[in-house]
C-alpha cells in the first residue's frame, strides 16, 4: 500500500448483486479512487441466493467487484428486494474495523449503516461523511401506502436532519438535493459532487443485434427507458403518453428494460390502456454486454421520473449517443438544463407525446442530438468525480 494513501471505510446497506443507482455509484467510485491514492474497505449486505427476492435482479459472481466484509442480513416486510444488515454482526465487524487505523468512514445509506458508520467514526476519532444518494420524503409513501403522506414527509426530513447534522460533511449529487438538505435544516458543508459514469462502456453497442434479438423493425421508432421498474420512476406516466403517440406515431414502440416491484402493475396497464403492441418490457439487461446494445437500438431516451438525486441513466444513454427526453425535475436538471443532447419534456403525457412524435419525425434534429449528448457526456467521466472525491477526503483529514 502506498504510505501516502488513505483508508476509507465505507458502509452501505445496499450494493451488488442488489442492482441500483447506490450500488453503481459505489462501484464507480471504488474502481477510480485506488488510482488517486485512496484505499477502500466497504462493509455492505451478505445476500440471499437468487429467488428470494423476485424482483431483484443480480450479477453472476464472477462479475462481481471485490467486496472486503458482508454482514448478515434479514428480509424487509415491505421491500422485498433489500436487506437489513443484523445489528450485532455489523457493530461486530465496524468496531473491529476500526481499530485498523482507518483516515475516514463514508457512509452510503441511511439505514443501518449509518449508526454503524457513525459509531465506528466516533471509535477511530476519524471524520465521517455521507452520501445522500435517495430524495425520501418522495419514496417511501410508495411502500408504506396506507400511513398519511404528510406524516411520512415530516418523519423523512427529520431523520434526514438528525442523521446529516451529525457528520462531519454530506455528498449530494444535484443542486437541486443541496437545495432541499438545506432547507432541511442541515447545518454541516454540503459538497456537490455527482456520480461519473464509465463512458466508454456505453459507445460500442449493437443496434441492429438488439432489434433483431427482441424482434423490432429496423425502421420502428423506439423510445427507451431503463431503470428500476419501480412506482417512484413514474413510468405508468410514459405508459400514458404512448397511449396518446400511438394515435400519432402507430408504428412507435416504448421499450421498457429493468425489473422491479412496479412491474406486474405497469403490465396490466398497458393493457388497459390498449398499447400491448406499442409497449416492451424485456426485463433486467447485462450492463456490460445487452445494455450497451438496447441503448444503441434506440431512436429517444424517454424519462418521466419526478424524484431522481441525479439521473445516472440519462447520462449512459447519452454516452451512447441516445438524445433524452425527459421531465427537467430535482436532480435531472442539472443534466438537462444547458440543453446539450437533451429536450426538457412537457409535464404532460399528451403533449409529452407531441413532443416525442415530432423528434421522431425530425431525423436531422435527432443526428444533432445524439452528436451533442456523446460529447456532453464525456464531461461526466468517472475518473474526474472520483478525483474531486479524494480531494474530499483529505480535505477532510487534514
Not at 429467488?51 to 422485498?80: I, K, N, W
Request: with cysteine; hydrophobic share 45%; proline share 8%.
Amino acid at each position: 500500500m502506498n504510505p501516502n494513501s488513505l483508508r476509507v471505510l465505507m458502509i452501505s446497506d445496499v450494493y451488488f448483486p442488489r442492482i441500483n443507482g447506490v450500488s453503481t455509484s459505489i462501484e464507480t467510485f471504488r474502481n477510480d479512487l485506488q488510482h488517486y491514492g485512496i484505499d477502500v474497505t466497504l462493509v455492505a449486505p451478505e445476500y440471499p441466493e437468487p429467488g428470494e427476492a423476485p424482483h431483484a435482479p443480480r450479477l453472476p459472481p464472477s462479475s462481481l467487484p471485490p467486496v472486503t466484509h458482508r454482514v448478515p442480513s434479514r428480509r424487509l416486510p415491505f421491500d422485498p428486494e433489500d436487506r437489513l444488515m443484523r445489528w450485532g454482526h455489523l457493530t461486530r465487524t465496524t468496531k473491529k474495523l476500526a481499530a485498523e487505523k482507518f483516515d475516514l468512514v463514508h457512509i452510503q445509506t441511511p439505514f443501518t449503516a449509518h449508526y454503524a458508520g457513525v459509531r465506528a467514526a466516533r471509535l477511530a476519532g476519524v471524520p465521517v461523511l455521507a452520501t445522500y444518494h435517495t430524495h425520501f420524503e418522495e419514496y417511501f409513501h410508495h411502500y408504506l401506502p396506507l400511513l398519511p403522506r404528510r406524516l411520512l414527509r415530516a418523519t423523512a426530513r427529520h431523520i434526514a436532519r438528525g442523521q446529516c447534522n451529525q457528520l462531519d460533511a454530506v455528498v449530494v449529487p444535484s443542486q437541486a438535493m443541496r437545495e432541499t438538505l438545506a432547507a432541511y435544516g442541515i447545518e454541516v458543508p454540503l459538497h456537490i459532487l455527482s456520480t461519473g459514469i464509465p463512458v466508454e462502456k456505453f459507445q460500442q453497442g449493437d443496434g441492429a443485434r438488439f432489434r433483431r434479438q427482441h424482434g423490432i423493425a429496423p425502421e420502428r421508432p423506439v423510445a427507451l427507458f431503463v431503470g428500476r421498474v419501480a412506482f417512484e420512476k413514474n413510468i405508468g406516466f410514459l405508459l400514458e403518453a404512448m397511449a396518446n403517440l400511438k394515435r400519432l406515431r402507430p408504428d412507435a414502440l416504448l421499450v421498457v428494460a429493468g425489473e422491479g416491484p412496479a412491474l406486474p402493475t405497469l403490465q396490466r396497464s398497458a393493457q388497459i390502456l390498449g398499447i400491448e403492441y406499442h409497449v416492451r418490457f424485456v426485463g433486467y439487461l447485462d450492463r456490460s454486454t445487452q445494455l450497451p446494445d438496447c441503448y444503441a437500438a434506440a431512436d429517444v431516451f424517454a424519462f418521466a421520473s419526478r424524484t431522481e438525486t441525479q439521473g445516472l441513466v440519462l447520462l449512459e444513454a447519452m454516452a451512447a449517443g441516445l438524445p433524452a427526453y425527459a421531465l427537467s425535475e430535482m436532480g435531472t436538471r442539472d443534466i438537462l438544463e444547458p440543453r446539450r443532447g437533451a429536450v426538457v419534456a412537457p409535464d404532460d403525457p399528451a403533449a409529452f407525446a407531441f413532443g416525442l412524435a415530432k423528434l421522431f419525425i425530425n431525423r436531422g434534429r435527432l443526428a444533432q442530438l445524439a452528436a451533442e449528448a456523446r460529447i456532453y457526456a464525456r464531461e461526466w467521466s468517472a475518473p474526474e468525480r472520483a478525483r474531486q472525491l479524494a480531494l474530499l477526503y483529505r480535505s477532510l483529514v487534514e
